[in-house]
């Protein structure tokens, strides 16, 4: 097993093409005990990855002090990055009229990033992204700039945004504007709206691109059944709430039995998720979320396989789904 390592932007990082995912430490993700995420960080960064990605949301910050814990006890130079969301003076997710000094005022942001400190027990966070934004927040993107400011004093190494998934174009001009080192955006075979201009955009200014979500919270594994039930604690039976998961579990159906027809396609249908999103020239990593042993070997072993073929590719392209954005009905 060997694990490729990509550029990171401007940065100068070499970074595991596959991220470490803790989200599910943090709660959310139905029941997770700290023994397990601290067994599979641990075995992820025995396999070479040297990346992480996490957020205050992720339990009130204590899937960074899972991580905290895990950097204290290795020797090996591993790249975190956390979120901070938005304040809660406001909707979620923020509204075409929110204001950049309601939902991001400085001395929130400056508080914010010593609490991030603290959670994970170091004295500089390595990247920092705003958990969300809107396009309304592109008039005035004054909290970009106090993270500037930040950076120079030395809190953050480089700066970032996770875009809002119902409209991720909203930080193009941002990049275009030098104003970020990297975005973390949603992309998959589902989802391929990025590849008309935002990733694009990402090659020709040099930022960085986080995929996240390319399994679409888990149907794009094949694992699930139509008639499967998530936790009422887990925040996918909300995501999948209605008929939707027995909706996309049928496209991955489909999309497996056409994958099947493709001469010499041995990779799984999790594999051809992950190498699909990797194939961009313009993607630096890709965020698979790990949550034991089990899968933190399955998802650092997808760096080392072949490369998903053309036919493959096309296959792929052909079931992008135009779903719109899930948040309320089904």
Known sequence: ???????FGKTGWALSEIVFGACASGGGWGEQSDKEALAALHRAIDLGINFIDTAAGYGDGHSERVIGEVLKERSEDVIVATKTPVTGVGSWPPSPYCRSS????????RENVEERLRCLGIDSLDLLQLHTWTRALNRD??????LRELKAEGKIRAVGIS?????????IDLMRAGLVDSVQVIYNIFEQEPAAELLPVAKETGTAIIVRVAFDEGVLTGKYSTDWKFPEEDFRSDYFAGDRLGRAVQRVRHLESELAEIDGHTLTTPETALKFVLDHEAVSTV?????????AERNAAVSSLPEISEAAKEVCRNHRWNRGFWYGGK
């Open 1 to 7: 097993m060997k694990m490729n390592y990509r550029d």
């Open 102 to 109: 309601v939902r991001y005022p400085e001395a929130y942001l």
């Open 141 to 146: 993107p004054e909290p970009l700039l106090i």
């Open 163 to 171: 875009t809002p998934e119902h409209d991720q174009n909203s930080v």
């Open 287 to 295: 965020i698979p979320g790990i949550r034991n042993v089990y899968q």
